[in-house]
């Protein structure tokens, strides 16, 4: 059965510290890994990962994925009180039209 | 449109009625999603289309909900009969491909919170 694992399920930190969330899959026929941040409602798109090794940054946001250990991490650094949310990760498979989502991981940046 | 939007924002119901939640996805975007999430949960795969056809109603999780999709567009998802354990917020997505390409990268609306008395 596919699916997606990812820990830990809640993360409470300070400001200025550096988290790293994980996602792990079994999925058959692997096309894509995608992270997205909630907060409130509607999920927003955050990177996507397709080839192993290769990381994707986006200012204090950076993510890399390993196709052998079947697993990605979002990395945050210098973390602010705007990036408490829930950061989900999502796989696409080659084949079909389903996303597979793993239940996320909530995190409370305290002041 | 510029994103996904979806009506109403919020939906409080008593339980045996029913529901109908609307999506209107990015202009251009032939692929549509129905996920539902539930307080503390993932989110939960129902339905899919591509253009005006539903290949995908694997995750209806009974015969109370049906969705149509109209246009290639706007799309309805109807819950008859409404449960508690319907009550969840019901996410809208939307993508360029899909189809046996694989799902693209989806653009989520801001969601349809249900509640059920």
Redesign the interface.
């Known amino acids: 059965e596919d699916k997606?694992v990812q820990s830990p399920l809640s993360l409470v930190v300070h400001e200025g510290d550096t988290v790293t969330l994980n996602c792990s899959y079994e999925v058959t026929n692997f096309?894509?890994l995608?992270w997205?941040k909630q907060e409130?409602?509607?999920?927003?798109?955050l990177f996507?990962l397709t080839s192993s090794g290769i990381e994707k940054k986006s200012g204090r946001l950076s993510s890399i994925l390993d196709k052998k250990e079947l697993s990605s991490i979002l990395n945050i650094t210098a973390t602010q009180t705007g990036d408490s949310a829930i950061y989900?990760c999502?796989v696409?498979?080659?084949?079909?039209?389903?996303?597979?989502?793993?239940?996320?991981t909530s995190l409370t940046v305290i002041p | 449109g510029a994103g996904v939007s979806q009506s109403p924002s919020n939906k409080v119901t008593e339980k045996g009625k029913d529901v109908e939640l609307r999506c209107d996805p990015i202009s251009g975007h032939t692929a549509l999603y129905w996920y539902r999430q539930s307080l503390g949960q993932g989110l939960e795969f129902l339905i899919y289309f591509q253009g005006n056809s539903a290949p995908d109603k694997s995750g209806l999780p009974s015969d109370r909900f049906s969705a149509e999709r109209t246009g290639g567009s706007v799309s309805t998802l109807t819950i008859q009969r409404t449960q508690q354990e319907d009550s969840a917020v019901y996410l809208c997505a939307s993508s360029l491909v899909g189809g046996g390409r694989g799902p693209g990268t989806q653009y989520f609306g801001p969601g349809t919170r249900l509640l059920v008395l």
Do not use: D, E, H
Not at chain 1, 40 to 45: E, L, V
Not at chain 1, 92 to 104: D, I, K, L, S
């Open positions: 997606v096309r894509s995608l997205y409130k409602k509607a999920p927003t798109f996507m989900l999502a696409a498979p080659n084949t079909g039209n389903q996303f597979y989502f793993g239940t996320g």
